[in-house]
């Protein structure tokens, strides 16, 4: 009897993993396709909330609309002449994949119900970013009511990097005891030069979004036309945030260094970190493609998905060197052949 409730506690935990590991991916996927949204200028797609143009299926074509609708949603639709059922298509599916990730976070939540008495603090943190999820479906209508105030647009994307850091702490705590962490010598000086490298990457990040909010007021001054000029219209907060990024590389580059250097053998943080390495190059090679390649709007989604897995991967890799702190409530940690 004992072995058999030991094989379902394990199938159990298992299976809580790959769910929420998978939660994660689709929360990625809902930024990929809001960042989509916002290189295309399909914002306003839908200019009502929850209803798209008054309907819970939005049309298709321009003779399913009222002959007035432009007086009913001309205010809203950002200088859109015409119904532009690409733009529409485009916002409705975001809202549609927003709803199906809602429901992946809370069936992550019922699955985290087994954790109750064995790990607390896996269910209360489930909790919690399903109710964080619940303000953000609110403040998303928030930002179709105010037509894309720039500082709601700013803050739903930050909130959404919230929800994927109470996610990853979820994973990583239930993936613990699973895993083998290398034995890290010098802990305080990694500890500094970590979180220096997470505070700047999200200052980065920030100053990015202004450069997008700058980006919206150049396109509605010169029309895509004009494309190739947008990127020198664009002002400081441009130079800024692509002079910062060659800080934020030396930054990851002295993160793998120190990594190496107090660590005895490879486990799975030297894998994240030249990751987490790799993926930031990758970053600074889709700014570059954006500033002299007259901002493809394929790249736009890649370029900001990009920065929100690095600070993904960064947070994870604080979690996994700091996992005797940061999970001390958690059993596994000091009975697993883990060393931390």
Known sequence: MTNSRLINSNDNNRLFRRLA????????LLI???????STGSGMGCPDWPKCFGSWVPPTEVSQLPPNYQEIYGAKL??????NAFKTWTE????????????????????????IKKDRPVFTVSLLTFLLVGFQGWLGSKVVSTELAPWLVT??????????????????????????IEKIENKTLLNRWLFMTIGLSLIQVLIGTQVREAMDVVIEKL??????????????????????SILIMILHIGLVYWLKKNTIAKGVLSQLTMALLIMVGVEIVSGVILAYLSVPALIQPIHL?????????????????????VFTQKSVVKSSPINV
């Not at 950002?78 to 119904?83: A, D, L, N, R, T």
């Not at 599916?93 to 992550?108: E, P, Q």
């Not at 036309?225 to 910062?244: D, K, P, Q, T």
């Open 92 to 115: 409705y599916l975001n809202r549609l994949f927003g709803a199906f990730t809602g429901l992946m976070i809370f069936a992550t939540l019922l699955a985290s119900v087994s954790y």
């Open 305 to 325: 998905t990009l920065a929100t897995l690095a600070l993904g991967l960064q947070f994870v890799i604080g979690l996994l060197i700091n996992a005797k702190v």
């Open 155 to 180: 803050l739903h994307m930050l909130l959404a990097i919230v929800i994927v850091f109470f996610l990853l702490y979820v994973v990583a705590r239930t993936y613990v005891g699973n895993i083998q």
């Open 223 to 244: 029309g895509n036309e004009r494309r190739a000029e947008w990127i020198g219209n664009l002002g400081l907060s441009f130079y800024v945030h692509r002079s910062f």
């Open 32 to 38: 990929l396709i809001g960042g989509i949204v916002r």
């Open 78 to 83: 950002k200088g859109e002449i015409e119904f």
């Open 21 to 28: 590991l998978l939660t994660v991916v689709v929360v990625y």
